[in-house]
């Protein structure tokens, strides 16, 4: 028989912490490859490694993640746009410089293809006010980035007086979907690095 004295208490076994960052961005990294439609519940919670009662508890539903996970993808391209554009040259020199390690993220990236932003654009923005205007908003934000260099640029004398920021920064940004989109068939060097010239040869 054992006695209350002579009971040997077990340690309290702690649930395993969820880990909300992490499995945000394996349902992000889940929608890029798939898209909205192709990617189910059930695949999010083997990705994220979360049961169905827990997935809905953190969540609420699909479209509810499928924003969270946008809105992460979306912070993560701001971050590196920032920072390629603000690399510590003159600011025309970054603007190539963004576009030279834009061709080597294309050219050497495998598993994920294109962009999030994109991808969700062609899927869904003529069937989904919300979402439409959510993308509206985000481009719109990388377009200003883009101009505020570009502005930069101008006021340094590397872009002629008489050349719009504006309409460049949109230019520019067209560009760069364009890139992404074209390198998910075709990501030669050659080719992406030709189009990039012509591109840039809009702000001499």
Not at 56 to 63: G, L, Q, V
Not at 100 to 120: P, Y
């Amino acid at each position: 028989m054992i006695t209350q004295k002579s009971a040997k208490v077990k340690p309290m076994v702690r649930p395993t912490q969820f880990n909300r960052p992490q499995a945000l961005e394996q349902s992000m990294y889940l929608f890029w490859q798939n898209g909205y439609t192709n990617t189910s519940m059930q695949q999010l919670g083997e990705r994220m490694d979360m049961r169905p009662g827990s997935l809905y508890a953190a969540f609420k539903n699909k479209r509810q993640l499928f924003f969270e996970a946008l809105d992460l993808y979306f912070e993560q391209s701001s971050a590196l746009l920032k920072k390629r554009l603000k690399a510590g040259h003159s600011p025309m020199q970054n603007i190539h410089h963004f576009f030279e390690l834009l061709i080597n993220d294309l050219v050497e990236e495998k598993a994920m293809k294109g962009c999030l932003m994109i991808n969700t654009a062609t899927e869904l923005a003529d069937q989904d006010e919300e979402i439409k205007l959510k993308l509206q908003k985000m481009f719109e934000s990388h377009e200003q980035q883009f101009c505020e260099v570009l502005k930069q640029a101008q006021n340094s004398a590397q872009l002629a007086p008489d050349k719009d920021p504006e309409a460049l920064a949109r230019f520019l940004l067209m560009g760069v979907r364009g890139l992404k989109v074209y390198s998910q068939t075709n990501s030669s060097r050659k080719n992406l690095q030709e189009m990039v010239v012509t591109l840039l040869s809009t702000l001499s």
